[in-house]
């Protein structure tokens, strides 16, 4: 099962960016045996609108099952739950390692609806 973490950067020790449609990034760990890539989402960041759309379907296709970001707004939202992936809002002000820590020891509950 492959997550996906919004991220100011390409690793672990990176904050987590509280924007999932114009993230930086997003580090995508592979939670059996904690394998990390980083995908830029710099495409995304121009768009004037569509961002989050966009982005929810290019992590679908990296066969993403869950996303822990800050904020994600409601169409992004909804592409998400559409693509079968679970939602986890207001992970920033941290890194993405402690995210990633959270997700796996179970402390966190996905989101039933946007954030914001």
Not at 23 to 37: K, L, P, Q, S, Y
Not at 38 to 62: F, H, K, P, W
Not at 81 to 93: K, R
């Amino acid at each position: 099962m492959k997550i996906a973490v919004s991220s100011e950067g390409p690793g672990l020790e990176s904050q987590v960016d509280p924007r999932f449609g114009r993230a930086a990034g997003f580090v995508i760990v592979d939670m059996e045996n904690m394998n990390t890539e980083y995908a830029d989402n710099g495409a995304s960041q121009v768009m004037a609108q569509g961002a989050g759309i966009q982005t929810a379907e290019r992590l679908s296709a990296l066969g993403v099952s869950a996303v822990l970001s800050g904020y994600v707004g409601p169409k992004a939202f909804t592409a998400l739950q559409a693509a079968g992936m679970q939602v986890y809002q207001d992970m920033d002000c941290r890194s993405v390692g402690e995210a990633v820590r959270c997700y796996s020891l179970g402390t966190l509950i996905p989101a039933s609806a946007p954030n914001k």
